[in-house]
T-cell receptor, first 112, second 113 residues
Framework: SQQGEEDPQALSIQEGENATMNCSYK?????LQWYRQNSGRGLVHLIL?????REKHSGRLRVTLDTSKKSSSLLITASRAADTASYFC????????????FGKGTRLSVIA | DAGITQSPRHKVTETGTPVTLRCHQT?????MYWYRQDPGHGLRLIHY???????DKGEVSDGYSVSRSKTEDFLLTLESATSSQTSVYFC????????????FGEGSRLTVL
């Protein structure tokens, strides 16, 4: 099934550094979304980028989308210990009204 | 925070017993979803609903049934629980389309012994 795949699976950085996570998907999409999950909690929506957009910003988050390569990246600048969480990309199937499919996530650890 | 409540939050049961998980929303959103989350698999869609009494299967629907008799409630039933259904179950909602922003509940952790 259509699925985003995040890379890397795990990432450990020092506080203040930037964190970059990547997502690849297989077929055309309407949009691509990034979600965050703190340990033991539900997922929280971070940002949505439409297929006709190339870059989007929200606070310390920057998302890029390259539909020709079927890939997206999430950049978290000036990371904080509170950014420690798992991050998931989610995509749709591009046609029809189909539910989102999630990748397996990137586990980010920010060390103070 | 979106008004989504899952119950129970934790449940331990034995193989072969029926289990029902409830998702209740106060947002009047059209779409409701059940996902399961397992290590190494991420989130996988079980079933979803696009209106009262309107449901459809997801990627991993075998062994699960759902019902939606009211806009605000979406029930997930395991008719005869198996150990492979030990998981964390998340309910989510969206309005407008199935590929818009999802709002998630806090999850229900189910252990089948």
């Amino acid at each position: 099934s259509q699925q985003g795949e995040e890379d890397p699976q795990a990432l450990s950085i020092q506080e203040g550094e930037n964190a970059t996570m990547n997502c690849s998907y297989k077929t055309s999409i309407n949009n691509l979304q990034w979600y965050r999950q703190n340990s033991g909690r539900g997922l929280v929506h971070l940002i949505l980028i439409r297929s006709n957009e190339r870059e989007k910003h929200s606070g310390r988050l920057r998302v890029t989308l390259d539909t020709s390569k079927k890939s997206s990246s999430l950049l978290i600048t000036a990371s904080r210990a509170a950014d420690t969480a798992s991050y998931f990309c989610a995509t749709d199937a591009g046609s029809g009204n189909t539910p989102l499919v999630f990748g397996k996530g990137t586990r980010l650890s920010v060390i103070a | 925070d979106a008004g989504i409540t899952q119950s129970p939050r934790h449940k331990v049961t034995e193989t072969g017993t029926p289990v029902t998980l409830r998702c209740h929303q106060t947002e009047n959103h059209r779409y409701m979803y059940w996902y399961r989350q397992d290590p190494g698999h991420g989130l996988r869609l079980i079933h979803y609903s696009y209106g009262v009494k309107d449901t459809d299967k997801g990627e991993v629907s075998d062994g699960y049934s759902v019902s939606r008799s009211k806009t605000e409630d979406f029930l997930l039933t395991l008719e005869s629980a198996t150990s492979s259904q030990t998981s964390v179950y998340f309910c989510a909602i969206s309005e407008g389309t199935t590929f818009g922003e999802l709002f998630f509940g806090e999850g229900s952790r189910l252990t089948v012994l």
